[in-house]
């Protein structure tokens, strides 16, 4: 079993950034790939971004390129999401995820451990 605890979120402008952690305890964190998921009030969980177990492979959402960041720190068992130039439609409870690669990062599904999700608010 692994355990994931989300922090970071918060409330916000529009513009500004946040970054969430997520921190693992468990088995061994390393040897899963991580993802970021998100649900807004009414709506299905999105992907956001997800990161292999080694890190050398990242994938984004097309509408979070290049304002998210995935990354992960193996020796401190935390993956991390900042999270730049937010908007009022980033609004939403923020998972973390994790899991052995099933060969689609984008499926909620292929996960098998989550976190409490943190709640992130973007104000216009």
């Known amino acids: 079993q692994v355990q994931l605890v989300e922090s970071g979120g918060g409330l916000v402008q529009a513009g500004d950034s946040l970054r969430l952690s997520c921190a693992a305890s468990?088995?061994?964190?390393?040897?899963?790939?991580v993802a970021w998921f998100r649900q807004a009030p009414g709506k299905e969980r999105e992907f956001v971004a997800a990161i292999s177990w080694s890190a050398d492979n990242t994938v984004y959402a097309d509408s979070m390129k290049g304002r998210f960041t995935i990354s992960r720190d193996n020796a401190k068992n935390t993956a991390y999401l900042q999270m730049n130039s937010l908007k009022p439609e980033d609004t939403a409870v923020y998972y973390c995820a994790a899991g052995h690669y099933r060969g689609n990062y984008h499926l909620s599904g292929d996960y098998d451990y989550w976190g409490q999700g943190t709640q992130v608010t973007v104000s216009s």
């Open positions: 468990g088995r061994t964190f390393s040897v899963y790939s």
